[in-house]
């Protein structure tokens, strides 16, 4: 008879749950994007890397760590608005495909800038939590991944009642609703665009920290990206609450399969399942469990 072992499982998925919460961070800021403005922004993940390598660098240097932050963030916002003003507001109404080209290069730029200011090497980054294991219920639960998940929960919580409560917000739904009605009623779009790249940066910011804290600041950091993009297939590309499931199911699923399914491959399944479950999703559901169906026209 076969014994299956509930408290394992149990540890298994909520490993992968909280791990989900952290590809959600990421993929939010995919979202913030997208949903204002339609570009599939591929400059995320180093938008990512130049904050994690930027408050690291500042806190080797000596600058206490609530002043690093700041400044990271200050930073971000900039760069963000930058990038709405410099590269962004030139391309309105240009095809998607060349608004992707220009975030695909923009990632080589911002990647080459963060290697000019900051250096190429290896940077360890120390958020005062350590990755040790402590039992609840019977249960293993990593304390990094508990806080992670708490920050990323946190930032999720805020940016989801800033939009939903202010005034700011109400006009970046209006944009993500249709443009063109809320431009032909007095919203002024390129201010919105620059606010919801500054809300990006600062997302980045936050991903960048507990990723960096994670795996390391270097330059692969930036390929945390890739993890987003199944995210945003389940979730759908304009939804902040799709981004947010879809994290948990990928967390989720990708755990339970390197553990139950990836010994009968040989293992090492876990780096590639996700996209299998994207790949499945294309094809049964293209727009994701919350994003806007596609209603072709005749």
């Known amino acids: 008879m076969f014994d299956f072992d509930y408290s394992f499982f149990l540890e298994v998925l909520v490993g992968g749950l909280l791990s989900g919460v952290m590809y959600s961070l990421v993929a939010i800021g995919f979202v913030l994007i997208y949903k204002t403005s339609g570009v ?5 993940g180093a938008m990512l890397l130049f904050a994690a ?5 500042l ?27 410099v590269v962004l507001r030139p391309l309105v109404n240009k095809p998607p495909i060349t608004l992707f080209m220009a975030t695909l290069g923009l990632s080589y730029v911002i990647e080459g800038a963060a290697q000019l200011v900051w250096g190429t090497q290896v940077h ?24 992670a998940a708490a920050i990323a929960a946190t930032m999720v919580a805020f ?7 202010t005034r700011i917000g109400l006009a ?14 007095g919203l002024r779009l390129p201010r919105i665009w620059a606010i ?4 990006a940066g600062a997302v980045a910011l936050v991903a960048g920290l507990l990723w960096g804290a994670r795996l390391g600041v270097q ?8 993890k987003a993009l199944p995210v945003l297939v389940l979730g759908g590309f304009d939804s902040i609450l799709g981004a947010i499931v879809g994290g948990l199911l990928i967390g989720a699923s990708e755990k339970l399969a390197e553990v139950y399914i990836g010994p009968f491959f040989g293992g090492g399944i876990e780096s590639w399942f996700a996209y299998v479950v994207a790949l499945v999703f294309l094809l049964i559901r293209p727009a994701g469990l919350f994003g806007q169906k596609l209603v072709e026209r005749a």
């Open 219 to 226: 330059f692969s950091l930036s390929l945390v990206v890739l």
């Open 159 to 165: 940016l989801t009642a800033f939009f939903r409560y």
């Open 124 to 147: 360890g980054l120390d958020l005062g939590v350590d990755d040790t294991p402590f039992e609840v219920s019977g249960i293993l639960i990593s304390k990094f991944d508990l806080f």
């Open 40 to 44: 599939l922004n591929f400059a995320q």
């Open 59 to 85: 806190v080797e240097r000596g600058v206490p760590f609530p002043l690093a932050f700041i400044a990271t963030f200050v930073v971000m916002a900039v760069l963000g608005m930058a990038i709405e003003r």
């Open 53 to 57: 390598l930027t408050f690291v660098s």
């Open 172 to 185: 970046f739904r209006a944009v993500a609703d249709d443009q063109f009605a809320a431009f032909a009623v």
């Open 196 to 199: 919801v790249w500054t809300a």
